[in-house]
């Protein structure tokens, strides 16, 4: 796929806090995947990933506030608007005309001629006119989450409210970003100059590129509501406005830029890498999901998430049409979201001279190199290691991984992979032993060992005489350590969690989360995040599996082998019989979660 971010030592943290939304935090290492290589310009430490935040769909209004602890003040003057500063009479610019949506800035010499003298009414007018019903299509949308707690598996933390920006689309269905729904119990919908709240069904939730699809029974809700059109893939300052309900107010709010790149970008909801915009528009919390539209009023984009670093500014970026049509299109044609396909290989550049001379490859000949293969995709049947991918359904790869992307502009390969279907196919060309060969390769998505997301499932967790065992995810990670978990946690996860690729389909990582205190496990109280890589000899391979030797087992002692040559032994009549008590005592409901009883 293409290049990773660089990733920093460990124990080092970056210059400024880490900004996190309500919903996930952006640590670099949710980022990386094991899919590629790194180089990064000197400019990383700027332009971090660790930077990236999820837009804040929280308003102060819907925060949940702990108890016992006073609402951190947002700003000394918030409530205290600042007076202007005074101006000489002969200095002061009367204030803008204002028409609808629009100001009209008007200079003094202008009040001499027309009612707006100044303003092509040919121009300005008709783009008002033109750019008001989409605006009208924009909604605000209010979620309540409640989030499943993976440090106490069996329950889930209090729920709390967030606001956030949507927009209505053709076939009676709003799009918003995928983190303003996450961990929904109840999503509703309120038009713009409407007073009504409706209830809206998620229809489905796009992890990777960060998209949900949203519905609403009531027909009154589509009532006067035409859906946006969707525009081109914009250029280099092609102008763009973005619409949504930021934080600041409960109205709608407007900010205009322009597109300042175009390349791709880590998506840090997603811990993926697609195409994305990226504008210099204001962005700010409850901008997520809202629409950015060009001059012509057509959406080009979704606003999703900004970057936020001491020597930045106004750096936003946005969801292009082509992953947001993607997403829709995989939706209509499966009845569901599928995901985006990879290229399950890491792979590195071919730059160096010396390099392509020793693998045979011709000065004419360019392309990349496989490093290591998931051996659970497909692609491992047919490539091989130190294989050269010349080009990918047809098109050329560069030595650097990019490709022709439009006129003047070059772009990673992943593109090209991002553009397909789940269970396509793909014509990839490879150079091995100085020999071309071609292969035809069905894409599929990727499993990771640690995944980004539990996609909405609840935790699985297993317990045995105080010994808690789940397994392990990024949100897993996160509740344990915090939004540093990339400093905090233990290195032989992290090792894992950025290099370590599955064997098989349904492989975990299993681990002891943490011990509740009996009589039985004395001695033992000290095991914390521990994996546990075999029971009775037997090497685990996923949690269900560790559940069934447990439960089945008639021998006379239980026996654990455990990350750092740590062994845990117990009587097994005594283990199990010890085991209800425990429960009663934390209010556990079960010894093990539903997925496990199936």
């Known amino acids: 796929m293409g290049e990773t971010v660089t990733k920093r030592k460990r124990g080092r943290k970056p210059k400024n806090p880490i900004v996190e939304n309500l919903e996930t935090t952006a640590p670099a290492t949710a980022i990386a995947t094991t899919w590629t290589t790194t180089t990064t310009p000197a400019l990383d430490d700027v332009f971090s990933v660790s930077n990236v935040e999820i837009i804040d769909t929280a308003t102060p209004n819907h925060r949940h506030r702990r108890r016992g602890r006073p609402p951190k003040k947002l700003s000394k003057n918030l409530d205290k608007p600042e007076k202007p500063p005074s101006m000489a009479p002969s200095r002061r610019v009367p204030r803008a005309i204002e028409n609808g949506d629009f100001a009209v800035p008007i200079t003094p010499g202008d009040l001499a001629v027309g009612p707006v003298a100044g303003v092509d009414p040919g121009v300005a007018w008709e783009s008002v006119a033109r750019a008001v019903p989409a605006m009208d299509a924009v909604v605000k949308v209010f979620c309540v989450h409640t989030e499943p707690n993976f440090s106490l598996p069996w329950q889930r933390k209090r729920q709390y409210s967030s606001s956030s920006s949507g927009f209505v689309i053709g076939g009676r269905r709003v799009l918003t970003n995928a983190h303003s729904v996450e961990h929904y119990t109840q999503v509703k919908l309120k038009k713009r100059g409407s007073d009504t709240k409706y209830l809206a069904t998620v229809l489905a939730i796009g992890t990777e590129c960060d998209i949900a699809m949203l519905t609403v029974d009531d027909d009154k809700f589509w009532q006067d509501v035409s859906p946006v059109q969707f525009g081109d893939l914009p250029a280099l300052q092609d102008a763009v406005t973005v619409v949504g309900y930021p934080i600041g107010g409960d109205t709608i709010s407007v900010t205009s830029g322009v597109v300042s790149r175009i390349e791709i970008l880590s998506y840090v909801h997603g811990s993926t890498e697609l195409l994305g915009l990226q504008i210099d528009a204001a962005i700010n919390s409850g901008n997520s999901g809202g629409p950015a539209f060009n001059d012509k009023g057509n959406c080009v984009g979704i606003a999703f998430q900004s970057l936020k670093h001491e020597d930045v500014e106004n750096i936003g970026y946005v969801i292009p049409t082509p992953v947001i049509m993607h997403f829709i299109q995989d939706y209509e044609k499966n009845g569901a979201y599928t995901g985006f396909p990879i290229l399950g290989v890491e792979w590195q550049k071919m730059e160096n001279p010396d390099l392509r001379r020793s693998v045979g490859m011709k000065p004419d000949q360019k392309g990349v190199r496989i490093r290591r293969i998931d051996p659970t995709a497909p692609e491992s049947q047919v490539l091989k290691p130190s294989d050269i991918i010349l ?208």
């Open 391 to 598: 080009s990918f359904d047809g098109v050329d790869i560069a030595n650097d991984g990019t490709v022709p992307f439009r006129h003047g502009e070059r772009i990673g390969f992943s593109y090209l992979i991002s553009q397909k279907y789940t269970g396509d196919n793909a014509a990839v060309r490879v150079l091995r032993n100085s020999e071309i060969l071609n292969f035809d390769i069905r894409l599929v998505t990727h499993k990771r060992l640690i995944p980004a997301h539990n996609r909405g499932r609840p935790p699985s967790y297993y317990i045995i005489a105080g010994f808690v065992f789940t397994t392990v995810s990024v949100p897993y990670l996160r509740s344990e350590y915090g939004k540093d978990y990339e400093y905090e946690a233990p290195v032989k996860l992290l090792d894992k969690l950025l290099h370590s690729l599955p064997q098989s389909p349904d492989e975990q990582l299993v681990v002891v989360s943490q011990v509740l205190v009996a009589d039985i496990n004395i001695g033992y109280e000290d095991i914390v995040n521990t994996q546990v890589l075999a029971f009775n000899g037997k090497p685990v391979k996923n949690l269900k599996s560790l559940a069934s030797m447990v439960e089945s087992c008639d021998d006379e002692f239980i026996k654990f082998d455990l990350e750092y040559q740590q062994i845990v032994v117990l009587c097994t009549k005594t283990a199990k019989a010890a085991t209800l008590d425990i429960l009663a005592t934390h209010c556990i409901p079960s010894a093990m979660s539903d997925d496990l009883k199936t």
